[in-house]
């Protein structure tokens, strides 16, 4: 029978306690990631950071959720729930005018399999004067608003889904939301 030297002992449970270490690693983050909620409450009367310097004022009753929201330097989103209405703002480096925006977003929307846009855009403005365009989609079972906006190389691009009795609700609140939309350091 073979003897196991106290060198060998200590490397077993040095092993082992990497073992432990990884094991924890592995199993435990996971776990205490799902039993944090996706979803945090979030102050509405101060700008939240979008990204690439936008900020909005979201509307009361809203929840952000960390799962869809990137802040970044050049570029980020925001998602917002207010119940079961989904509030997503995203912000990208763009080139080109309002119109190829606007045109650009209905396409990514009727990509998806059963979106469909709906009537005709209307011409909108924040609260700051910066032009867009908005209009309405649907999807099976949901209805939607999308906005687009093109300001200082950035396209801002706003998205709004729900049920249709609980868009209807709050879809007042979330449009007072988007005319909140600015560049950090401007005013309100």
Request: proline share 6%; glycine share 14%.
């Amino acid at each position: 029978m073979a003897r196991i030297t106290r060198r060998e002992l200590t490397n077993l449970l040095g092993a082992f306690g990497v073992v432990a270490t990884l094991a924890g690693l592995a199993f435990g983050l996971p776990a205490v990631d799902r039993a944090l909620p996706a979803q945090r409450a979030v102050r509405t009367d101060r700008p939240y950071p979008v990204g690439a310097g936008i900020s909005v004022f979201p509307p009361p009753g809203a929840t952000v959720d960390v799962t869809g929201t990137r802040p970044g330097d050049d570029q980020g989103t925001a998602l917002f729930r207010l119940g079961h209405v989904r509030y997503a703002i995203a912000v990208r480096p763009f080139d080109g005018d309002l119109a190829t925006a606007a045109t650009r977003l209905r396409q990514r929307i009727t990509g998806t399999s059963g979106y469909q846009v709906t009537g005709a855009q209307l011409a909108v403005r924040t609260a700051d004067g910066v032009s867009g365009l908005q209009g309405g989609y649907t999807a099976p079972g949901r209805g939607g608003r999308y906005t687009v906006f093109v300001t200082a190389g950035l396209t801002i691009e706003v998205t709004i889904a729900g049920d249709d009795l609980a868009l209807a609700r709050m879809l007042p609140l979330i449009e007072s939301s988007v005319r909140t939309l600015r560049r950090d350091g401007e005013p309100r």
